[in-house]
């Protein structure tokens, strides 16, 4: 919990309405240092002062306390945790714990961010509430952007309100959100500073941004190249580089052991590419390689990534947190993401229409039994 920041309200208050320490103290009776040290945090004013503090100011003595229960990160991270297990044995009371929580700690950006994702996520196994879940988790993003004097929690706030719009079908909505916090141009600050501790010799702390910018960058390099995969099936010489530039990235971060949902992802998307443009034999062997890697894989082990050298300074950003992998599965419920990986396939028409061809019904057999 924070202190009550009694002095810090009357600063603030005093300097809203444009008095002096001198004049605050004058209208209540007391000395110009009295004041001060309120201000400063080194005395507290007499309980009879109070009303007349937060009279003078119009405020009620709860703002005039600026009282505001706040959870530490590992508190929030505990919470979280506690109530994805509760969602696993009692939907019902975790709804109603996450309602108190707000209620309790209103102020409390971080928890609001983090309840608002729980939503979000929970709308995976739970259709039906898309749009109340949605509509809860934009509020509290709401909240946090209206309400905090934190930057990145600010962007954060608008980032999930963009998510929960795009999931209610307001893409024009969702994209000026994300617009509104996107630079003009890459900043190359992670580079930067890395190179700025280097020159200093702070080996350690230059790795671990190389380390987090790599991180990152291979993540944004796939999902750039799987989101732009159907958008070039017309053109054979794009989609040949667009090919090229994954295979090099699979190969050279050992994406299929280390990340094998992203691996996925990307044979799933190749093959239907392929497909459209008239290759079945790249479609054929993309097939072929995403039946294979779910055979290996169940929900688990192919949604959570395992650790690399590449990243042995930053391990948080390349692990899963063993408590958070423990409750995934009452998080999302029934939603199995190694079905959706063979969805993503076979829901396309282009693979409907070619069910019983002999060259790809037994790979989508296979895929089908994985």
Not at 123 to 132: C, G, H, I
Not at 145 to 171: I, K, N, P, Y
Not at 271 to 297: F, I, N
Not at 325 to 344: I, S, T, W, Y
Request: glycine share 6%; charged share 30%; net charge negative.
């Amino acid at each position: 919990m924070n202190d009550i920041n009694l002095g810090a309200t009357i600063a603030r208050e005093r300097r809203a309405v444009g008095v002096t320490q001198g004049e605050l103290a004058a209208h209540l009776g007391v000395t110009k240092a009295a004041v001060s040290k309120w201000e400063l945090g080194q005395s507290m004013p007499d309980v009879a002062q109070l009303p007349r503090i937060a009279s003078y100011f119009g405020l009620t003595l709860d703002e005039l306390f600026d009282y505001r229960p706040q959870l530490t990160e590992d508190e929030v991270r505990k919470v979280y945790v506690e109530l994805c297990d509760l969602f696993a044995e009692n939907p019902d009371a975790a709804y109603a714990r996450m309602d108190d929580l707000v209620r309790d700690y209103g102020s409390c950006w971080d928890l609001l961010l983090q309840m608002a994702a729980l939503c979000m996520q929970r709308a995976l196994s739970e259709p039906d509430r898309v749009d109340e879940l949605m509509g809860r988790a934009r509020e509290l993003a709401e909240r946090v952007e209206a309400r905090s004097d934190d930057v990145e929690l600010v962007r954060s706030a608008r980032v999930t309100r963009a998510m929960a719009e795009c999931q209610r079908g307001e893409l024009d909505d969702a994209i000026a959100l994300l617009e509104s916090v996107k630079p003009a141009r890459p900043l190359g600050v992670e580079a930067a500073l890395a190179g700025m501790h280097q020159m200093k010799g702070e080996r350690e702390a230059c790795l671990k941004l190389c380390q987090e910018s790599l991180f990152w960058g291979e993540m944004s390099v796939m999902q750039s190249i799987a989101t732009q995969l159907p958008l070039y099936e017309d053109e054979p010489a794009h989609l040949a580089a667009l090919l090229r530039a994954a295979e090099g990235v699979l190969e050279g971060f050992a994406l299929e052991s280390r990340q094998p949902m992203e691996a996925a992802t990307f044979y799933g998307g190749a093959a239907t590419a392929c497909l459209h443009a008239g290759d079945e034999e790249g479609a054929a062997t993309y097939l072929e390689r995403l039946a294979k890697l779910l055979e290996r894989h169940d929900g688990e082990s192919l949604l959570f990534p395992r650790p690399s050298v590449l990243y042995d300074l930053v391990p948080d950003s390349a692990t899963v947190d063993p408590d958070l992998k423990r409750v995934a599965g009452g998080l999302f419920g029934a939603f199995d993401m190694k079905e959706q990986c063979k969805l993503a396939v076979t829901r396309n028409a282009a693979w409907a229409a070619r069910a019983d061809d002999p060259r790809f019904k037994p790979l989508l057999d296979r895929l089908a039994a994985a």
